[in-house]
Every structure is written in C-alpha cells, then in structure tokens.
C-alpha cells in the first residue's frame, strides 16, 4: 500500500533552517509528484511546492522563492523540503504529499506530518 | 494568483441533513478543483477530483458538480463521521487551497 513517511517534529530558532523528509513506498517514486503543504494552527493548508521526483524539477509558490529547496534522493525514494531563514510565523504542520504531473493534479496520497515549531 | 473562496465559512446541520458548499475561483480555471475532508489531527483526505469525479473508497452520498469559476460539493445526507472541515483546491496552475469550511453538529 502506498505510504508517505515525514521525520519527526523540529523546534528551530528564528533564522536557522530546517529540513524535512517524506519517505515513500508502496509505488515507483519516480512516477509522481511529491508536493509539499503545510498548516498552522487553525488556518488552512497552504501549498508551498512541488518536485518531480524523476527530473528534480520544481515549481515553488511565490510567496516561499528564495527560502525554500524542495530535493530527493532516488536511492531511498525519499523526498526533503528545506526552509531556512524561519520565523516564528513558520511555526505550522508540514505535509509532503503525492500528485500527477502538471495541470489538473489532485492529492491523492498524504505523509502524517511534520511539526516545525519556531519559538518567537 | 487565482484567488479561491469558499461559503459558507462555517455551517450547523443535523445527521440527515443534505449539505452543499460553494467554492469560486476568481478566474476560469475549467474543471481543475478538487475538494477535500480534514479532521482534526489528520492530513486532508481527497474526495472529489476534476470537480465531479468520486475518489475511490469515498461514500457515494460526497458529490460535486462546476466548472469555470462556480463549484459545489454536496453531501446528501450527513453522517456523524461527515463533521469535520472541507477545502476546495484548483489545479489549474497553482495548486492552491480554498480557506475552508467547517461543518458542526447542530
């Protein structure tokens, strides 16, 4: 059965980085997107990117360009999101989670999430 | 960006109940919205691709219907396990998510 598996949560201090993994099994890495979301306390999910996994091609929200690297390593089916400069309002549930390619892409598959707390 | 929006932000309804949700793009974006069910604790879970089409496994009460900038998803008739918060999500270029709604137990 398909499963993502994210690492264990983080606290950081403002203006570290962070870096999390989503591990992938039950199908062929290579064949899908790993997108990455995350969620704060009580707000909605926020869709920060997307990797194809066979290329390494990336597509960043606007909003993240420049702080964020979304990388993976084939050999292990393993898919990483790095943030750096964080601030407090980084503080959120991330998720890694599996799509199709290009237009018309749908979530189909979720990691269980990675809680990064930024103290303020 | 194409700006989502969903309505009510929040509803009261009884088990039995048919329950609808309207999301709207600020654009067209065709049929690439997706809706999905999240509660507590728990990742998002997919419903409803393309608009209409029901994700295997979903109870066939969870419908949806649009296109262009106007959506539905309609829930026939409420189950206990259906309270929870729901988010609309175009793919037509980014992969945005609608600021949801949630739906108590009256």
């Known amino acids: 059965q398909v499963q993502l598996v994210q690492s264990g949560a983080e606290v950081k201090k403002p203006g570290a980085s962070v870096k999390v993994s989503c591990q992938s099994s039950?199908?062929?890495?290579?064949?899908?997107?790993i997108n990455w979301v995350r969620q704060a306390t009580g707000q909605g999910p926020e869709w920060m990117g997307w990797?194809?996994?066979?290329?390494?091609?990336?597509?960043?929200s606007q909003k993240f360009q420049g702080r964020v690297t979304m990388t993976r390593s084939t050999s292990i089916s393993t898919a990483y999101l790095e943030l750096s400069d964080l601030r407090s309002d980084d503080t959120a549930v991330y998720y890694c989670a599996r799509s199709g390619f290009g237009m018309g892409v749908n979530f189909d598959y979720w990691g269980q999430g990675t809680l990064v707390t930024v103290p303020s | 960006d194409i700006q989502m929006t969903q309505s009510p932000s929040s509803l009261s309804a009884s088990v039995g109940d048919r329950v609808t949700i309207t999301c709207r793009a600020s654009q067209s974006i065709s049929t690439y919205l997706n809706w999905y069910q999240q509660k507590p604790g728990k990742a998002p879970k997919l419903l409803i691709y393309?608009?209409?089409s029901l994700q295997s496994g979903v109870p066939s009460r969870f419908s949806g219907s649009g296109s262009g900038t106007e959506f539905t998803l309609t829930i026939s008739s409420l189950q206990p396990e259906d309270f929870a918060t729901y988010y609309c999500?175009?793919?037509?270029?980014?992969?945005?998510f609608g600021p949801g709604t949630k739906v108590e137990i009256k």
């Open positions: 393309a608009a209409s």
């Open positions: 990797m194809n996994p066979n290329s390494g091609a990336t597509g960043y």
């Open positions: 999500q175009q793919s037509y270029n980014t992969r945005a």
């Open positions: 039950g199908y062929t890495f290579t064949n899908y997107d």
